[in-house]
């Protein structure tokens, strides 16, 4: 196999040099923000994928509920926080994540006076469940 010449190298170069920013993006790929391993999930045949955005005004909550599944929780904006009965209450901040756990009563807050909250929810569940179940 014979050296490229020099025209070769040369004409290689140019090209690199003008489409730079086009030959040298990579694809892209995600960047992971939440993995765990979790009981509850449904075990029948099919299950119902749910992808939901919730937005909260200063100040707003959620009902006092549960959930039959695990929920994952993406904040885009603001910060949640989420009281679980017999637990410390969790903040999650824009940018990172939260499965709540299926089974437990909840309640969720948008505790600043003045910045919007806004979330992405992912619920896995088997057909036709209900998203929440109220507790009274």
């Given at each position: 196999m014979r050296p490229p010449s020099l025209?070769?190298?040369?004409?290689?170069?140019?090209?690199?040099?003008?489409?730079?920013?086009?030959?040298?993006?990579q694809p892209a790929r995600p960047s992971p923000v939440l993995s765990e391993t979790l009981p509850g999930m449904p075990r029948t045949e099919q299950q119902q994928i749910s992808v939901m955005?919730?937005?909260?005004?200063?100040g707003q909550e959620t009902v006092f509920h549960t959930h039959r599944f695990p929920v994952t929780v993406y904040v885009m904006e603001g910060a949640f926080t989420l009281e679980l009965q017999g637990r410390e209450p969790i903040v999650?901040?824009?940018?990172?994540?939260?499965v709540e756990p299926p089974g437990v009563r909840m309640m969720g807050y948008n505790r600043s006076a003045t910045e919007r909250l806004r979330l992405v929810i992912f619920y896995v569940s088997e057909p036709g469940m209900p998203f929440l179940d109220l507790i009274h």
């Open positions: 025209t070769t190298v040369l004409a290689a170069a140019t090209f690199a040099l003008l489409a730079g920013p086009i030959a040298a993006q955005t919730a937005e909260f005004h200063p999650v901040r824009a940018g990172q994540s939260m």
